[in-house]
């Protein structure tokens, strides 16, 4: 298999210029590397049937889930089971760079909160 990194993965953008990379991108498994600009977040929803795993590479994140707020330091991650609502968001003032890693891949089954 190649080596990929976010200088040759499929990238996208989301949100208010926020950065996203899909370093693989199968069936059966997503693992997108994103960057948060400060001030930034994504909006409140769950996945029906995906399970995800953040891991913060640089900054820190905060997420809500399920009306517990959480901070999420480098090198740190936080599980999401499939059904639970979230919304991660950086109130920081650097940049946020995580990778989330869905099993089933969560594209197309997102519900907005």
């Known amino acids: 298999m190649p080596i990929i990194s976010n200088k040759t993965a499929e990238h996208y953008t989301w949100g208010e210029n ?3 990379w899909h370093l693989v991108k199968s069936s059966n ?3 997108i590397q994103e960057r ?3 001030g930034c977040s994504e909006s409140r929803h769950f996945h029906v049937k995906a ?8 900054g820190v994140a905060t997420m ?13 991650g936080i599980h ?12 920081q003032t650097s940049d946020l760079v995580f990778t989330v890693t869905s099993t089933p891949p969560s594209h197309g089954d ?3 909160v």
């Open 29 to 31: 498994l997503s693992v």
């Open 80 to 91: 999401i089971p499939a059904g639970a609502k979230h919304q991660l968001s950086n109130q």
């Open 36 to 38: 948060v600009l400060p």
């Open 51 to 58: 399970e995800q795993f953040f891991f913060i590479l640089d």
């Open 64 to 76: 809500e889930l399920e009306g517990d707020i959480f901070t999420i330091n480098k090198n740190s």
């Open 18 to 20: 926020c950065d996203g």
């Open 110 to 112: 997102r519900v907005e």
